[in-house]
């Protein structure tokens, strides 16, 4: 093989390996006549060879030809996998995988389709083979083959669409005079969320098997870009508006309850707002103009690498915890979101870091978890340590559940910080309730208290006591909500439920529950969703344990979730006065 042979292109090697096959066709027929005029014939099976040997020269530049494309797509492939992989910018990547789709299938015209919330189709992308994009007047497509894909999650391909007998009398194929049609679902998390349609009205057979794989792997692509960039986009506004309001910026910092500090290039320190000097300890003169890279090595390790990879790579890190220990503030602990900080031409000029401050709530969650172990201080003395061992008896017990009602509005108006602090202070005020009757706290549930009484240690009186701490509560809540604003008024929902239950430990050595588990407990949950605001439901078992020390009224027979037969409920409205006699129990 000569110099010159190795540098061809793959192009030129197929041009040169048909020209080399059709030349020898030519002289093989112009010998052979030659042969014929003189009266001779050809030696046998030369003919033949000099056939085959025509036939693979052309067998040969089809497979190089093959092999080309096939390199082709592969890089085509990666170009749009790089373009994905480090723009933000969602129209630009989109954008270059349609016109991929055009240029590597011979499409006439590609478009890329996202459904809506109300079931719609939304155009994103619509372009031709001129790398142009077309307008609405444009977009003449085939909804019943977009349906199918869509309704299917397969790809639909068909070489002649005017022929194809599963879309024979579709309006649209007849009047666009569509041919070769190529859709392709795009998918996300599993689910179809758009299709990539591809068509050419004029050419036939257009789009084989390797066009079908290749546009699902482009769209695979897309669904990545759409995910990503589309947030990465979002963020990016958000910063730019940001930038280009620097007159308000000032007021802006001061009422962020997050702290924000930003840096410039060389990693000097521009900005801090009074959260940022708070949260580290360290007022502005001492912040400002200072070296991010020597307070970086301070609140957390790997954090300088971070912000060099924002700066350089354009990369965003979002939620990053970390433990540090600041001179002034002691141990804490610290959330981080580092993003580049771009000018209004999109270039970047920095970084810029949010900071939370999770010390408090991180103490919170240690102090909720200890709380959700927590039982009477008088049956912890009574219990010895050294006989704790897994597994479980039956006991009578009396349950009680509650729940703070109107809590699920209330989360979705209020911030994480006032949410539990106001948590805190209803559920103490229960959790205290249930103490004073030497009552066993099982769990905390969100924003629900499960407690029961006569176990571990029997108490003869334990339905009363139950009663007793369920008027509590809701005396307690009176008692917090005086103390707030309206907005914060939070009411509990009670239910109470008498039966047989299996009380233990359960779990490991290293992590233990003490809890009851059965039927009986399950009524007083769903009893509890039965309660109204300041309401505290009995069942008959209960209330009839009790019946001359309290005052009940009927709410008659309710059917609970996870029982066959409705149950008899009574509500409580107080304890009996002394020396009152006690009433008919149905009649209240």
Partial sequence: MTESTVRLTPQEHVARLSRMAEEMRGQLAAHAASRRRAGETMPAGVEDGLKHLCGSLQVLADSVESMDQERRNLRSLADVA???NSSLDLPTVLNEVIDTVIRLTGAERAFLMLQTEGGGLETVV??????????????????????????????????????????????????????????????????????????????EGLFTERDRLLVNSLAD??????????????????????????????????SIASGVLTADVEDRITLCNPAAQQILGIKAEH??????????????????????????ADQRHVGLEVHS???????????????PLKMADRTTRGVAIVLEDLTEKRKLEGQRRLFERMVSPAVIHQLDPDSLHLGGR?????????????????????????????????????????????????????????????????????????????????????????????????????????????????????????????????????????????????TRAVASRIRQQVEVRSVGALQLKGRDEPVEVYELLDLRLTGRRAGDLETG
Wanted: glycine share 6%.
């Fill in 325 to 339: 220990e600041l001179a002034g503030r002691g141990p804490m602990d610290l959330a981080l979101n580092i993003t």
């Fill in 126 to 203: 619509a372009r031709n083979w001129e790398r142009a994009s077309l307008g609405e007047a444009e977009i003449e497509i085939s909804r019943t083959v977009i349906d199918r894909a869509l309704h299917e999650g397969q790809a639909v391909l068909t070489t002649n669409a005017q022929n194809d007998p599963r879309f024979d009398a579709q309006t649209s194929i007849v009047a666009y005079n569509l041919r070769s049609i190529l859709c392709v679902p795009l998918q996300a998390r599993g689910e179809t969320v758009g299709v990539i349609y591809a068509d050419n009205r004029v050419r």
């Fill in 82 to 84: 790089k373009v994905v």
């Fill in 394 to 538: 039956r006991a009578d017990i009396t349950t009680l559940f509650a729940d703070i009602r109107g809590f699920s509005l209330f989360s979705a108006t209020n911030n994480p910080e006032v949410l539990v602090r106001v948590l805190n202070l209803y559920l103490a005020a229960a959790a205290e309730a249930v103490l004073q009757q030497e009552g066993t706290i099982d769990k905390f549930l969100g924003d629900g208290v499960m407690a029961w009484f006569n176990a571990p240690m029997p108490q003869p009186d334990h339905s009363l006591r139950a009663i007793q701490a369920a008027l509590a509560i809701r005396q307690a809540v009176r008692e917090v909500q005086s103390k707030l604003p309206r907005q914060f008024h939070l009411s509990f929902g009670v239910g109470v439920h008498y039966g047989e239950a299996i009380l233990g430990l359960v779990g490991t050595q290293n992590r233990l529950d003490y809890t009851a588990i059965g039927d009986s407990v399950n009524t007083a949950k769903r009893l509890q969703e039965h309660a109204a605001e300041g309401q505290i439901l009995l």
């Fill in 287 to 312: 912040l400002l103009g200072a070296s991010l890279a020597d307070l970086l090595p301070q609140l957390g390790e790997g954090l300088p690498e971070r912000v060099r990879e924002v700066k350089t």
């Fill in 221 to 254: 692509q897309a669904a990545v870009a759409l995910e990503n960039a589309r947030l990465f986009d979002s963020v990016r506004n958000s910063l730019d508006d940001a930038t280009q309001l620097k007159n308000l910026m000032e007021d802006v910092f001061k």
